[in-house]
């Protein structure tokens, strides 16, 4: 017998109509996916998509699965909502953010969307329902549907998590803070429902450790003493940039205007600043920070845990301490900022998702807080040139710095544009009788590569 083309398409019609919920569940749950990453080509999200269709095989062939069922259904129905309405993936932050959320708030919260939330999660409902409905009549076992489901779970999805760690440079990263890693990637690459998990569970390691931290007797080191004899500055600004390499900056002799600003007060007579050249402690932020705002180093860790702080000292020199921060209360990246931030006697962050505000974003915050009376401490954490370049400037930094959208371009747009907001710190501080301005960056930035001199050179 002889098949036309149109009896192909005949039999993949009928295929169609006969598993059209089961299609239809799998598009849903690819556009959560794929929404965030702005449906860029990826061989292991398809894979991911593709495990549901396993699941789903489970649920239509087990006894008694609705309320699993419906368990899923709420997961996709939580995670669209960041899919379709705010574009990005479920990440730490926000879970952390979400547990955190006192009764009055949320309540408040839900009553504009309460309506469209259950409309949606009845609509996932029923579409998961119907899927399973043809399912459960289809011919592929609910044990093949395990060992292939297991099989991603246990080997494919933990081999791309390991090659992206090994891409990545992070396998000590991972031996200090497997949990966290582990998270990282697996709500990289597989963030409905899989990465809710590890994300949930990387949220209550993380706040394990933390009270871990805030119950531990903080001492003073050996030698270091407190005097009240000592004249002290009204106001203390500690500025923290990130990824801003010290060789693109005009105040140490680049060729490009990128920080009118800071030259503007190094040439000032008398000079009304130093600098020197710096050089990062680590790679990441959230070991720079633990070591800058400490007394650790990179050959001992432990007094971070075991002394006081940069915070606490200020708190113990009669500092109203404030944590002014860009950079979101958590993240793999920033696991010890929210201990650090916790010191502070207010830690404020600004809304949205974690690097999502511009940094012109923190002065109103710095301005709602300052008093003209009384000793303060302000660490104040911008996004500064964090990757991607071309979300951390705007057209003042491009008619600065014109020319095409290089990566060079870009990342000497985003130094210009921290310099405009070290000037709006700066005019605050005018109003002090007296003040200290510090800054300095993490780490810094090998252009188009990220952080860190693991990645083939220096920063």
Excluded at 56 to 82: D, E, G, Q, R
Excluded at 379 to 401: F, K, M, W
Excluded at 403 to 421: A, F, M, P, Q, W
Aim: charged letters at 20%; glycine letters at 4%.
């Amino acid at each position: 017998m002889t098949f036309k083309p149109s009896d192909y398409i005949k039999q993949a019609g009928k295929f169609i109509y006969k598993y059209k919920f089961t299609i239809l569940s799998l598009i849903y749950i690819g556009l959560i996916a794929f929404l965030p990453i702005r449906f860029a080509p990826s061989v292991p999200m398809t894979l991911h998509v593709l495990s549901f269709f396993f699941l789903l095989n489970i649920l239509a062939k087990t006894k008694y699965s609705l309320p699993l069922t419906l368990i899923l259904a709420y997961v996709l129905t939580f995670n669209a909502y960041f899919a379709f309405v705010l574009g990005t993936d479920v990440s730490l932050e926000v879970m952390a953010s979400i547990f955190e959320t006192h009764a009055a708030e949320a309540t408040s919260m839900l009553k504009k969307i309460w309506l469209p939330a259950i409309a949606a999660f009845a609509a996932s409902s029923a579409l998961l329902i119907f899927a399973e409905k043809e399912l459960k009549e289809a011919k592929f076992s609910r044990k093949y549907s395990i060992i292939a489901l297991l099989a991603y779970l246990l080997l494919i999805l933990p081999t791309i998590c390991y090659k992206r760690i090994k891409y990545e440079f992070q396998e000590e990263l991972f031996l200090e803070s497997p949990i966290r890693v582990t998270q990282d990637k697996v709500n990289m690459y597989a963030p409905v429902l899989y990465g809710n998990i590890a994300t949930i569970v990387a949220y209550r390691e993380e706040m394990s450790l933390l009270r871990e931290f805030a119950e531990t007797d903080k001492k003073l080191p050996e030698g270091i003493v407190h005097s009240d004899t000592i004249q002290a500055p009204q106001k203390i600004y500690l500025v923290i940039g990130e990824s801003a390499y010290r060789k693109h900056l005009s105040l140490y002799g680049y060729d490009v205007k990128t920080t009118p600003f800071l030259d503007s007060l190094s040439q000032a007579e008398p000079p009304m600043m130093r600098y020197y050249d710096g050089i990062a402690s680590a790679p990441f932020t959230r070991n720079v920070l633990r070591m800058a705002l400490s007394f650790a180093s990179p050959r001992d860790m432990t007094p971070f845990y075991e002394e006081k702080t940069l915070i606490n000292l200020a708190n113990d020199a009669g500092y109203d301490t404030y944590w002014i921060s860009n950079q979101g209360a958590s993240g793999i990246q920033d696991s010890y900022l929210g201990y650090l931030a916790a010191s502070t006697k207010e830690a404020i962050f600004t809304q949205g998702s974690y690097l999502a505000n511009d940094d012109f974003d923190l002065i109103p915050l710095l301005k709602e807080v300052h008093s003209d009376n009384g000793k303060q401490f302000f660490v104040i954490h911008l996004v500064g040139s964090h990757n991607d370049y071309s979300d951390r400037y705007d057209a003042e930094d491009t008619q600065a710095i014109p020319g095409d959208k290089s990566l060079k371009n870009e990342y000497d747009r985003s130094i210009h544009h921290t310099d405009r907001v070290l000037r709006e710190i700066y005019k605050v501080m005018q109003q002090d009788s007296t003040a200290v301005f510090l800054h300095f960056a993490d780490h810094g930035e090998i252009l188009g590569k990220g952080h860190g001199p693991w990645k083939n050179g220096i920063a």
